[in-house]
């Protein structure tokens, strides 16, 4: 599925959305399971720049309700052993995603598949609709050294890594 999306921004013009990532890095870089026969994992293996973009959002979407586009790129490792940090990666996805334990990438499964790395360079907010909410870009170093627990992004409402508090009047 590809969603085009009409901005002024040249980092959102053909941006993908959908896909499940799961966040193993310190540095807010997320570790997709790449499935080549996937829409998403044709999109971008097709795209000139293999760009992508993540959207990760609150159940259920609702169009007031807060989320986060994050925009990157995607790097792929096709050969298993050239993965970076392969063991602590399969035990961090597992432990997020344990239905995944049969699509992992390796020699004796029936499938096609490689772990990859989504590296965000730039990181979109939408705090909902009117003039009370942040909609906009959110410096990258902010994302990238936010540390929430499960605990704090279930009580703000927002999934992924991005912390945002607005102050009240």
């Known amino acids: 599925m590809k969603l085009s999306l009409r901005s002024s921004s040249p980092f959102l013009l053909g941006a993908l959305a959908g896909v499940h990532a799961i966040d193993c890095h310190v540095n807010g870089s997320l570790t997709l399971l790449f499935l080549p026969i996937s829409r998403h994992s044709q999109n971008i293996l097709l795209s000139p720049t293999h760009a992508a973009s993540i959207s990760i959002w609150s159940d259920p979407p609702a169009a ?3 989320r986060v586009a994050l925009i990157g790129n995607v790097t792929l490792f096709p050969v298993l052993e050239d993965t970076p940090e ?3 990666i399969q035990a961090c996805y597992i432990a997020q995603h344990p ?3 049969w699509w992992l990438p390796g020699p004796r499964e029936p499938h096609i598949a490689y772990w990859a790395r989504f590296d965000p360079h730039s990181v979109y907010y939408v ?3 009117g003039s009370e909410h942040f909609i906009g870009y959110i410096p990258l170093n902010l994302y990238q050294t936010a540390n929430p627990t499960a605990e704090t992004a279930a009580e703000i409402g927002v999934a992924g890594r991005v912390l945002v508090t607005q102050a009240q009047d």
Do not use: E, I, V
Request: glycine share 16%.
């Open 99 to 101: 239905d995944a334990r």
């Open 64 to 66: 007031s309700r807060k």
């Open 86 to 88: 392969l063991p602590a």
């Open 127 to 129: 705090g909902g609709f």
